[in-house]
């Protein structure tokens, strides 16, 4: 079992302040995402990133993968309220016949405080 | 709205009862996909089903079954519930069968809870 492990678990900060989360495995991923869920609702895909090295940039949120595709980062600038939510990291790996199967890290609670 | 309908959005029972949790995907997705959430546990993969077919299964216990039908609506069916049972269980749809770059559409999810 691969198992994504997120770091932090929770994290308290006020509006305008900058942050990072860490997503990270001793398994190689064909490619990773990253989704936020808001209360009451499913989660939502952000980004998917596929190349080791790779970073994108979502208005204020970059996203990170790492050289050997192991692990990812997601760092906010200048948070505001609503960048609140639970974020989710999701590595792909071939799990045969066709099919990649995407595990899920237990994600990070973001509360941004205006 | 994501596309992809969940039903129902809560459900109480009892241990030892069963259950059907229905999914309908977003329009022209053929993949189905069962998770389960809990505040431990995280969101656990449960099963996936394509065109009809089981195509992949994660941590699905025996006593959970599952389907998808002709109109490619799933339904998750769990049985002789336990108090542990109880948790969000959220449907995604994809296009494909391999979700390695695409999108995975999640329902609003069913939160289930066994007293």
């Known amino acids: 079992t691969q198992l994504l492990e997120q770091s932090p678990q929770f994290l308290s900060i006020q509006e305008g302040e900058n942050l990072t989360v860490y997503c990270n495995s001793s398994?190689?991923?064909?490619?990773l995402q990253w989704y936020r869920q808001e209360p009451g609702e499913g989660p939502v895909l952000l980004v998917t990133?596929?190349?080791?090295?790779e970073v994108k940039k979502l208005k204020r949120l970059t996203f990170q993968f790492g050289d050997a595709r192991k692990d990812s980062s997601l760092h906010i600038t200048a948070a505001q309220p609503g960048d609140t939510g639970l974020y989710l990291c999701a590595g792909s790996s071939y799990s045969g016949a066709g099919s990649y199967q995407l595990t899920f890290g237990k994600g990070t609670k973001l509360s941004v405080i205006p | 709205d994501s596309g992809v309908t969940q039903t129902p959005k809560h459900l109480i029972t009892a241990t030892g009862q069963r259950v059907t949790l229905r999914c309908s995907p977003r329009?022209?997705?053929?993949?189905v996909y069962w998770y389960q959430q809990s505040l431990d546990q995280g969101l656990q993969f449960l099963i996936q089903?394509?065109?009809?077919?089981?195509?992949a299964k994660g941590n699905i216990l025996e006593r959970f079954s599952a389907q998808q039908f002709p109109d490619l609506h799933s339904e998750l069916n769990l049985s002789s519930l336990e108090l542990g049972d109880s948790a969000l269980y959220f449907c995604?749809?994809?296009?494909?069968?391999?979700?390695?770059?695409?999108?995975?559409?999640f329902g609003e999810g069913s939160r289930l809870t066994v007293l």
């Open positions: 089903y394509y065109n009809g077919e089981e195509r």
């Open positions: 398994s190689v991923f064909s490619s």
């Open positions: 995604a749809s994809s296009v494909g069968v391999a979700v390695n770059t695409g999108e995975l559409f």
């Open positions: 990133v596929v190349t080791g090295g």
């Open positions: 329009s022209g997705d053929l993949s």
